[in-house]
């Protein structure tokens, strides 16, 4: 009789043992859970080594540790269930490892740059399908894997997050603590900065009526600066110019360097003189805090941490909106901050330094006036009898034809009109809390925005009158003697960090910011003020058909006459008194040319002081 074989049992039949037992429906969720948190974790650590590698910012949510595998497990949630509800038990864990290495897969390429869309997507099949055979060939030790590793990178991802936010709350806390005796009729101020609000667009500077009801009444409480200069035509050196009162040329603030910290700001140097600082912004671009403007606040509040804030700058969100929005025909912007949200949270931070008698220092940037231009309703359609052609910028491939420069133009004046209902909000919710009669207001715009007058749309292109001319309110508290005033002098934005330090009591000879008090100006108009010069220089790694790519462009707003000096060298005159829009280059001219010499040496030796 033959001897009978040794029992011997193969390793695949083991797992496959093994995995009758692992493949129920809540142990095969685990392989979702654990995508979801190798995703987010992935893009955050890829994030973090990029902004060390490339000494630069990466646009790094804080909260994006905890909040983004939230929004991840909210993807993958149907499609999971209907796989679970559809599918073999033994078909679970490869269908739903593929499902997870798909998103871990895009979550990471979509961060590695000229990656074509196609090669993302087959690379990430390629990926996904790998990952699904490894799975099927060792489903229960791979299945106790993903649950041990979800729950590791939960505890990591939580204890992370909600220690960050502690930690940054203990930072305030010790802050406002640590603030020096303020002066006793120390009074608070308010800087509010409408992004992207050009002042042609508003009634209270010959735009519809419309746009600005509330403004244009309120403006009788305020002085009313009318020829306001920007710095220049984008972010980040405009406000960098108002904190520290230095002309851009003179900032390390370019469109991929933060604010340096050479020079102090007005928020160090108010906490110096024991004020509160805080700050609420919309701009998830440059005004959050990597980019250097919150250096110097105690309480800086960009990115949020409500669920709908999970999306804001992240790949999948920024992927799936894009998505949606080419279906629907939508403008879906991850994580966008509104107005009235920013307005809540800026009173409440108020509410609480009232609460300890402290004095503040408010800061608020409001982003809803800014491509895409898709206020919610009823601004919506304010100005619209139908629905533009678009309301991105980004959609305009060619030059744009009049249908959308209008379109365009009127779903922009229907956000400016929505700001102007949060500002008649959040002037109410000082004055109910009593706070107006010792809160210095002020409302500005960083730069302002073109509709093809000089065929280019948006801003930070041109230093065209559009583009650098912006809305300037300065309110002092109830019962000045300065309010009602209208100044038609040109003034720049550089000067309102002086003015703001003025307003608090600090010595403006010091010399710690430079510039003037333009309530001075209110006062007297024999008094100083700085030259109204805007500059826009190249950014790092631009294309030789970028403006400024050849020189920095430059430019100086006289009583009437706009001198500009093209990257080319070239210069160009303009009447803007008689001439809004820039249409009559009067450089050739013999008038021309003497007006531009005059200008032209102002332009290159700007003294700090001009008088009317």
Same mark, same amino acid.
């Given at each position: 009789?033959? /001897?009978?074989?040794?029992?011997?049992?193969?390793?695949? /039949?083991?797992?496959?043992?093994?995995?009758?037992?692992?493949?129920?429906?809540?142990?095969?969720?685990?392989?979702?859970?654990? *995508?979801?948190?190798?995703?987010?974790?992935?893009?955050?650590?890829?994030?973090?080594?990029?902004?060390?590698?490339?000494?630069? !910012?990466?646009?790094?949510?804080?909260?994006?540790?905890?909040?983004?595998?939230?929004?991840?497990?909210?993807?993958?949630?149907?499609?999971?269930?209907?796989?679970?509800?559809?599918?073999?038990?033994?078909a679970r864990p490869l269908r739903l490892a593929f499902l997870a290495s798909i998103l871990v897969s895009f979550e990471i390429l979509l961060l590695v740059p000229r990656i074509a869309p196609w090669a993302t997507v087959l690379l990430?099949?390629?990926?996904?399908?790998?990952?699904?055979?490894?799975?099927?060939?060792?489903?229960?030790?791979?299945?106790?894997?993903?649950?041990?590793?979800?729950?590791?990178?939960?505890?990591?991802?939580?204890?992370? *997050?909600?220690?960050?936010?502690?930690?940054?709350?203990?930072?305030?806390?010790?802050?406002?603590?640590?603030? !020096?005796?303020?002066?006793?009729?120390?009074?608070?101020?308010?800087?509010?900065?409408?992004?992207?609000?050009?002042?042609?667009?508003? *009634?209270?500077?010959? *735009?519809?009526?419309?746009?600005?009801?509330?403004?244009?009444?309120?403006?009788?409480?305020?002085?009313?600066?009318?020829?306001?200069?920007?710095?220049?035509?984008?972010?980040?050196?405009?406000?960098?110019?108002?904190?520290?009162?230095?002309?851009?040329?003179?900032?390390?603030?370019?469109?991929?360097?933060?604010?340096?910290?050479?020079?102090?700001?007005?928020?160090?140097?108010?906490?110096?003189?024991?004020?509160?600082?805080?700050?609420?912004?919309?701009?998830?671009?440059?005004?959050?805090?990597?980019?250097?403007?919150?250096?110097?606040?105690?309480?800086?509040?960009?990115?949020?941490?409500?669920?709908?804030?999970?999306?804001?700058?992240?790949?999948?969100?920024?992927?799936?909106?894009?998505? #949606?929005?080419?279906?629907?025909?939508?403008?879906?912007?991850?994580?966008?901050?509104?107005?009235?949200?920013?307005?809540?949270?800026?009173?409440? #931070?108020?509410?609480?330094?009232?609460?300890?008698?402290?004095?503040?220092?408010?800061?608020?940037?409001? &982003?809803?006036?800014?491509?895409?231009?898709?206020?919610?309703?009823?601004?919506?359609?304010?100005?619209?009898?139908?629905?533009?052609?678009?309301?991105?910028?980004?959609?305009?491939?060619?030059?744009?034809?009049?249908?959308?420069?209008?379109?365009?133009?009127?779903?922009?004046?229907?956000?400016?009109?929505?700001?102007?209902?949060?500002?008649?909000?959040?002037?109410?919710?000082?004055?109910?809390?009593?706070?107006?009669?010792?809160?210095?207001?002020?409302?500005?715009?960083?730069?302002?925005?073109?509709?093809?007058?000089?065929?280019?749309?948006?801003?930070? &292109?041109?230093? &065209?009158?559009?583009?650098?001319?912006?809305?300037?309110?300065?309110?002092? !508290?109830?019962?000045?003697?300065?309010?009602?005033?209208?100044?038609?002098?040109?003034?720049?934005?550089?000067?309102?960090?002086?003015?703001?330090?003025?307003?608090?009591?600090?010595?403006?000879?010091?010399?710690?910011?430079?510039?003037?008090?333009?309530? /001075?100006?209110?006062?007297?108009?024999?008094?100083?003020?700085?030259? $109204?010069?805007?500059?826009?220089?190249?950014?790092?790694?631009?294309?030789? #058909?970028?403006?400024?790519?050849?020189?920095?462009?430059?430019?100086?707003?006289?009583?009437?006459?706009?001198?500009?000096?093209?990257?080319?060298?070239?210069?160009?005159?303009?009447?803007? $008194?008689?001439?809004?829009?820039?249409?009559?280059?009067?450089?050739?001219?013999?008038?021309?040319?003497?007006?531009?010499?005059?200008?032209?040496?102002?332009?290159?030796?700007?003294?700090?002081?001009?008088?009317?």
């Open positions: 009789m033959d /001897e009978a074989p040794p029992s011997h049992t193969e390793p695949n /039949e083991i797992n496959r043992a093994i995995g009758t037992i692992v493949v129920g429906r809540p142990n095969v969720l685990w392989l979702v859970v654990a *995508g979801a948190f190798v995703g987010a974790i992935g893009e955050v650590g890829a994030r973090y080594v990029a902004r060390a590698a490339l000494d630069r !910012p990466t646009f790094l949510n804080p909260n994006a540790i905890w909040l983004g595998p939230l929004l991840n497990l909210a993807v993958l949630a149907v499609p999971s269930l209907l796989i679970c509800i559809a599918s073999r038990k033994d990430a099949i390629g990926i996904s399908a790998q990952a699904a055979r490894v799975v099927a060939r060792w489903p229960g030790p791979l299945l106790v894997l993903a649950r041990a590793t979800a729950v590791v990178l939960m505890a990591a991802s939580w204890s992370l *997050g909600l220690g960050g936010l502690w930690q940054r709350r203990q930072r305030e806390a010790r802050l406002l603590d640590r603030l !020096p005796p303020s002066r006793a009729d120390a009074r608070n101020i308010v800087l509010v900065v409408l992004d992207a609000v050009r002042a042609e667009s508003m *009634g209270l500077y010959g *735009g519809p009526p419309a746009t600005t009801p509330f403004l244009t009444a309120y403006a009788s409480h305020c002085i009313d600066y009318r020829r306001a200069i920007a710095p220049s035509p984008w972010t980040l050196p405009s406000h960098g110019s108002m904190f520290t009162g230095r002309w851009p040329r003179d900032l390390a603030a370019d469109w991929d360097v933060p604010l340096g910290a050479r020079f102090p700001t007005i928020a160090e140097l108010l906490t110096a003189r024991g004020y509160a600082t805080g700050a609420a912004v919309g701009n998830f671009l440059y005004t959050y805090h990597e980019f250097g403007l919150s250096r110097g606040f105690a309480h800086y509040d960009d990115y949020g941490t409500s669920p709908d804030q999970a999306g804001a700058r992240n790949v999948v969100a920024d992927y799936l909106a894009r998505g #949606w929005n080419r279906v629907a025909g939508d403008y879906l912007v991850p994580g966008r901050k509104r107005a009235g949200r920013i307005s809540r949270d800026i009173l409440g #931070w108020m509410d609480a330094q009232a609460a300890a008698n402290r004095p503040y220092f408010a800061f608020v940037n409001w &982003y809803d006036a800014h491509d895409p231009y898709a206020p919610s309703s009823p601004w919506r359609h304010a100005f619209l009898q139908s629905e533009p052609p678009t309301r991105s910028i980004e959609n305009v491939v060619a030059r744009p034809d009049a249908p959308e420069v209008e379109g365009l133009r009127n779903a922009y004046r229907g956000a400016v009109a929505y700001l102007d209902t949060e500002l008649d909000s959040l002037v109410r919710g000082l004055q109910e809390r009593g706070m107006l009669d010792r809160t210095l207001l002020i409302v500005t715009a960083d730069h302002g925005e073109e509709f093809a007058e000089h065929e280019r749309l948006q801003h930070g &292109y041109t230093l &065209y009158f559009p583009a650098i001319h912006v809305p300037l309110l300065i309110c002092p !508290p109830t019962g000045d003697s300065l309010v009602g005033q209208v100044i038609d002098t040109p003034v720049s934005l550089r000067d309102l960090g002086q003015t703001i330090l003025a307003a608090a009591g600090h010595d403006a000879d010091s010399g710690a910011i430079p510039g003037f008090d333009l309530l /001075e100006l209110a006062r007297t108009s024999a008094a100083c003020r700085s030259p $109204a010069i805007s500059y826009l220089r190249r950014p790092r790694g631009s294309g030789p #058909w970028f403006p400024g790519s050849k020189r920095e462009l430059a430019s100086i707003i006289g009583n009437r006459y706009h001198l500009i000096r093209t990257d080319e060298g070239r210069e160009e005159l303009y009447d803007i $008194a008689s001439d809004r829009w820039e249409q009559h280059d009067l450089i050739a001219t013999p008038a021309g040319s003497r007006i531009a010499a005059t200008l032209r040496l102002q332009l290159d030796q700007p003294g700090d002081c001009r008088r009317t």
